[in-house]
């Protein structure tokens, strides 16, 4: 996790030139500018006060799995420029997979399933992983006036694992129907992570879980994340549970197949890429 961190660091403090060479693709691979995404655009002004990097399954382009829609092979900085980096996402990138297997075992038995119910070749058998390094850049938040580090949301996956540095930022809401909602920080705990449950969980649970709404809230210093957002098989279909739903309490949900759900979600909190096509023309 530290070394992570350190090369978070080296790559966001690289020229905006270089770093736009490596601008997210069509499979949400590479960089993502500042205001590159807005996720609570009923409330805030312009996109997230913050730039991020997205990894995900590596799939060469020659592989026939590489034509799904969230797979496909990475972008990576160079070693010339970036020694060991790519090495140090990898690595990290499997351990955090494994805890995360670990905590949906937990969530199985907590919803009176067999511990193994979501580790299975339907559901996590070829999942969707992505990990995402964020830099917020010390800017200043007023939510009032629509201008957050990251706007209130709910993650669109099943798990999120979040490591944080040690400046504070990340607001969660408890009360998330109540008008106005209540916020309140989550400390930083260096070398732990924090464990969001993601839309796909509610939807799954109906609403026994629900999804954890969050913001990050900029207080003038440079903050650094790593995100870990696991979802399931791109076929998977994600509807109630059977432990989870009753007579008195019928599903609150229509089933939807894990790649069209996030495909939309994707669609609606990111800028075209047709933005930046026109901008370097």
């Known amino acids: 996790m530290e070394e992570v961190f350190v090369q978070s660091r080296r790559f966001f403090g690289l020229p905006l030139s270089e770093k736009m060479k490596l601008l997210r693709n069509v499979k949400h691979r590479g960089y993502t500018p500042l205001f590159d995404q807005v996720l609570d655009p009923a409330n805030q002004i312009h996109g997230d006060d913050k730039e991020g990097y997205y990894i995900g399954v590596e799939v060469p382009e020659d592989d026939s799995g590489a034509q799904k829609p969230h797979f496909g092979p990475n972008l990576w900085p160079s070693e010339d420029i970036l020694p060991r980096w790519r090495q140090a996402m990898e690595q990290f990138g499997s351990q955090a997979l494994n805890v995360a297997k670990v905590v949906a075992r937990i969530i199985a038995l907590a919803l009176d399933l067999e511990a193994d119910f979501f580790d299975n070749s339907e559901i996590l058998g070829e999942p969707i992983v992505t990990l995402r390094l964020l830099h917020y850049e010390g800017l200043v ?14 993650d669109f996956n099943f798990i999120t694992l979040l490591a944080t540095d040690d400046v504070p930022g990340l607001q969660i809401c408890k009360n998330k129907d109540a008008k ?11 070398g732990a992570f924090i464990v969001n449950l993601g839309d796909m969980l509610e939807r799954w649970s109906n609403c026994i879980f629900r999804s954890t709404l969050h913001r990050v809230i900029g207080n003038g210093q440079d903050r650094y994340s790593i995100a870990f957002f696991l979802k399931p098989n791109h076929d998977c279909l994600i509807e109630c549970l059977p432990t989870c739903a009753s007579e008195e309490n019928p599903p609150k949900f229509p089933p939807v197949q894990c790649q069209t759900y996030l495909s939309q979600r994707f669609k ?9 096509k026109r901008e370097g023309a």
């Open 180 to 190: 106005p909602p209540t916020w309140e920080y989550v400390q930083p705990m260096r």
């Open 141 to 154: 938040s007023n939510p009032s006036k629509g201008i957050d580090g990251a706007g209130a949301y709910s």
């Open 268 to 276: 609606d909190t990111h800028a075209d890429l047709t933005v930046y």
